[in-house]
């Protein structure tokens, strides 16, 4: 693990892109080094290597695998307790904007625009004693469930995250996905209960997948919706594992899935027109995809995984840039939709306030 890490921070060092990444509940760390520094981007997803795709579908980076060095290392055991952040809360100004946004949501929703819309904010977080490796190490050990990453290209920028959603899973024609929606904080209570409008929420993900999926797929199967913890936050979660027609390119399935209503709104171009719109920053990677595309000598006999860049943040030179966003519809209460932003934020705000 040594090696692989101090392989990473001299690649960093020297900038020249990579990628590391732990695959949820595995304890195996997978790096692709690129030899150079070109910008290679995805054309029609037949590509080998890694994805890092923007929310727009304007940027769609490859970390080519025949141009990368590949090096995969055991984790070493150690165990690292996740704790509350102590780090600044956003000010009344960030609080009061993100409140507005959502209540303009809510009125379009009333007004018949589209049933839901997930919206989000950033923030942003001045560094002392940063450093990247160290912080990816870290978000490995305290979110072991999550897919954790660190993404550096010189020409696209710096980014670390640990996101509990994937996108799909495929294997020549079997793809498995999920709907992931619903939030809300740990209490340790026994039975995570769940309200009606998260239920709804959640509902609305699994039927546009599968929805999509049919006109695709010969056979698709649903689980039950099930409730998943990814590091202090609970998550409402649906499996789906289609087998797809024979005249169906992963690219399709990319198109028809990305960006699902977990992260973008129900229809999808009218609910991302208003994100767009009213949204006053610029997403860029934040709930693009990520991860594995083709993968070549795959031993799980998955070719490609992809997952959705959640709890992540951008590092651009001393600052951190968190994004977060919440699932609206019309059962929405925005003080409540502030507070679950609030919650995600400490996903990433754990690892900047970690002191050895
Ligand atoms: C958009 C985010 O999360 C998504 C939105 C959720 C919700 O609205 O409850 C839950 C999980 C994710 O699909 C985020 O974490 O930024």
């Given amino acids: 693990m040594e090696v692989i890490l101090k392989k990473a921070q001299k690649q960093f060092a020297q900038n020249l892109p990579f990628v590391i990444y732990k695959k949820p509940n595995k304890n195996t760390l997978t790096a692709l080094f690129q030899k150079n520094d070109t910008l290679v981007e995805i054309n029609d997803f037949t590509e080998k290597g890694f994805v890092f795709a923007s929310f727009d579908g304007s940027q769609k980076v490859l970390i080519p695998e025949n141009q990368s060095e590949i090096i995969e290392s055991i984790i070493d055991k150690k165990e690292l307790l996740a704790k509350e952040s102590s780090l600044e809360i956003p000010t009344e100004i960030e609080k009061k904007n993100f409140i507005d946004l959502v ?124 409730s998943i913890k990814a590091g202090s936050i609970w998550h409402i979660k649906t499996d789906i594992l289609a087998t797809m027609n024979s005249e169906c390119y992963l690219r399709n399935i990319i198109e028809l899935l990305h960006p699902t209503p977990a992260v973008c709104g129900l229809p999808k171009e009218k609910s991302k027109i208003f994100i767009l719109e009213n949204e006053n920053y610029h997403r860029t990677f934040y709930t693009g995809f990520l991860g594995e595309l083709n993968r070549s000598n795959a031993d799980d006999a998955i070719s490609s995984d992809l997952f959705v860049n959640l709890r992540c943040m951008e590092i651009s030179g001393s600052i951190a840039h968190l994004f977060m966003g919440c699932g609206i519809t019309k059962d929405s209460i925005p003080s409540k939709e502030w507070e679950e932003s609030v919650n995600k934020s400490a996903t990433m705000k754990k690892v900047l306030d970690y002191r050895n």
């Fill in 103 to 226: 209540a303009k949501g809510i009125q379009a929703i009333e007004n018949n625009e589209f049933k839901k819309v997930v919206l989000s904010r950033k923030e942003t977080i001045a560094l002392a004693d940063f450093d990247l490796i160290d912080a990816f190490e870290k978000l490995v050990y305290l979110y072991p469930t999550t897919f954790v990453y660190c993404f550096y290209h010189p020409k696209v920028g710096t980014w670390l995250g640990a996101t509990p959603e994937q996108l799909l899973q495929s294997n020549d024609k079997i793809v498995k996905t999920i709907a992931l929606a619903g939030t809300q904080k740990n209490n340790d209570s026994v039975e995570v209960v769940w309200q009606n409008k998260e239920k709804e929420e959640q509902q609305f993900v699994t039927d546009y997948i599968v929805d999509n999926l049919n006109s695709v797929a010969s056979e698709i199967l649903v689980s039950k919706p099930y």
